[in-house]
């Protein structure tokens, strides 16, 4: 089992900066992609940003391009969310999301690949 933990919520102006951060503990995530999603009220959760486990190669969902960038660190089995230029539409439940299984490695955009999620962290943007 793998637990994920999100932390580096909170509120912040527009034009801010966020980060969040994603620690895996009970099982090694060195070998599988990573991912960020967001659910805002009312909405689904939708895709936000995917690292694959060698942090080479990386998606993000049109909205955050050129804002947001996701990276990762092996060696302290953690993923991260650096948020740059916040809007107040940004303002959701952010939770990361680690794959297993064969192909795991790569990166992904639907939830449903993702087999472990974290508890989410808020991320309140004012205008």
């Known amino acids: 089992q793998v637990q994920l933990v999100e932390s580096g919520g909170g509120l912040v102006q527009a034009g801010g900066s966020l980060r969040l951060s994603c620690a895996a503990s009970?099982?090694?995530?060195?070998?599988?992609?990573m991912g960020w999603f967001r659910q805002a009220p009312g909405k689904e959760r939708e895709f936000v940003a995917t690292?694959?486990?060698?942090?080479?190669?990386?998606d993000y969902t049109d909205s955050v391009k050129g804002r947001f960038t996701i990276s990762r660190d092996n060696t302290k089995n953690t993923g991260y969310l650096q948020m740059n230029s916040l809007k107040p539409e940004d303002t959701a439940v952010y939770y990361c999301?680690?794959?297993?299984?064969?192909?795991?490695?790569?990166?992904?955009?639907?939830?449903?690949?993702?087999?472990?999620w974290g508890q989410g962290t808020q991320v309140t943007v004012s205008s």
């Open positions: 009970g099982r090694t995530l060195s070998n599988k992609a």
């Open positions: 999301a680690a794959r297993t299984g064969s192909g795991g490695a790569g990166i992904a955009t639907m939830t449903y690949e993702y087999s472990y």
């Open positions: 690292i694959n486990w060698t942090g080479g190669r990386t």
